[in-house]
């Protein structure tokens, strides 16, 4: 896809860019200005290093070592730019915004375009993981994508994940299902993600699992940017972070799919929870009494959790059975 045929209907998220000087970037679903992507940098043109990540024109570096507000501040700072990306002020989120320009995209790659390249070539253990999880799944190709270094085409067959895209609430609940259910988690429970801090620690097996010997993992995007969060979606007149600290407790009915939609955003007891840290978004949608830590919008009337200043926290008091 060429940036000129970007419109507002489309969601990016998971979409790979080409700058025009070489840089990789992976696209993120939030509103964003007019003529502009909100990003986070993957990958830079290595100079002499050795790296699993190639082209026929060359070799790229990773540049980001883990998602979540501090692996994107990490990769901000070891992009060696320009590559496109600037860190804007958007008054909308009350912070600078890591964006690129379309002007300085040279190629945008569809997740969807990219599963169909990858899914059609019917070879390898990305080919097999993608049948594996659309079948088990019920999801379909029409409602999914590929991300990553698979959609970037620099995979590595022995470090490579297949990263999976899919599409509305629907979509979503039926991969929850299936990997929470059938695939083996790949990862033990942790205490934070990207500087979100989480008690008791939560696996992530409902997103992150063994397909056919290969670690895979999806995030669930609606349709538009945003389009199923009431304090985003009424972006730029947004109702944004104050930078006060707030804690609440309140009870999260379980069963949300917006919960497991990015970003993850539930309301509970007059509050809004929104978190840009999609690892939250399991323990978001099972639900149940929390205790909930991060920056208060302006209106307070919604708790951000993610952001790179004040990642926030989340206490489970009590758990619920999601119905």
């Known amino acids: 896809m060429r940036p000129q045929t970007f419109t507002g209907d489309w969601n990016p998220h998971g979409a790979i860019v080409y700058t025009r000087d070489g840089g990789i970037l992976q696209a993120i679903g939030l509103p964003a200005p007019a003529g502009y992507l909100a990003v986070i940098p993957k990958y830079a043109p290595c100079r002499g290093e050795r790296t699993p990540w190639a082209r026929p024109s060359g070799r790229y570096c990773r540049v980001v070592r883990e998602y979540g ?3 994107l501040e990490d990769a901000l700072a070891r992009y060696p730019g320009p590559g496109g990306v600037r860190l804007l002020y958007d008054g909308s989120y009350a912070a600078p915004m890591p964006y690129v320009s379309l002007e300085q995209a040279a190629w945008i790659v569809d997740p969807r375009e990219a599963l169909l390249r990858v899914a ?15 079948r088990g799944s019920g999801v379909g190709l029409g409602g ?10 620099i995979a590595s067959p022995t470090v490579s994940d297949v990263d999976f895209v899919v599409y509305g609430p629907e979509a979503a609940l039926r991969m929850y299902e299936f990997y929470s259910r059938e695939l083996q988690p790949v990862e033990a429970p942790r205490a934070s993600f ?13 997103r992150r699992a ?5 670690s895979s993992s999806w995030v669930g995007v609606p349709h538009r940017p945003a389009g199923h969060c009431e304090p985003l979606r009424r972006y730029p007149n947004t109702d944004p972070p104050s930078g ?8 999260v009915e379980g069963g949300d799919p917006a919960a497991l ?12 929870i929104v978190s840009f840290e999609y690892n939250l978004a399991g323990l978001l949608f099972e639900g149940g009494r929390l205790e909930v830590e991060g ?16 990642p926030g926290r989340v206490v489970v008091r009590a758990g619920q059975a999601r119905p």
Do not use: F, K, M
Request: proline fraction near 6%; glycine fraction near 18%.
């Open 69 to 71: 507000p501090r692996g």
């Open 144 to 153: 999914a994508g590929l991300t990553g270094s698979y959609a970037a085409g």
């Open 210 to 214: 063994a397909v056919d010997g290969i």
């Open 244 to 251: 006060r600290r707030v804690r609440v407790e309140v009870r």
């Open 120 to 134: 059609s070539s019917g070879e390898g253990s990305a080919a097999e993981a993608a049948y594996t999880v659309l």
């Open 261 to 272: 939609l990015y970003p993850p955003c539930v309301e509970a007891e007059g509050y809004y």
């Open 194 to 206: 990207g500087g979100v801090t989480v008690h008791p620690p939560q696996g992530v097996g409902w």
């Open 295 to 310: 920056v208060a919008s302006a209106g307070g009337t919604v708790v951000y959790l993610g952001l790179r200043e004040n």
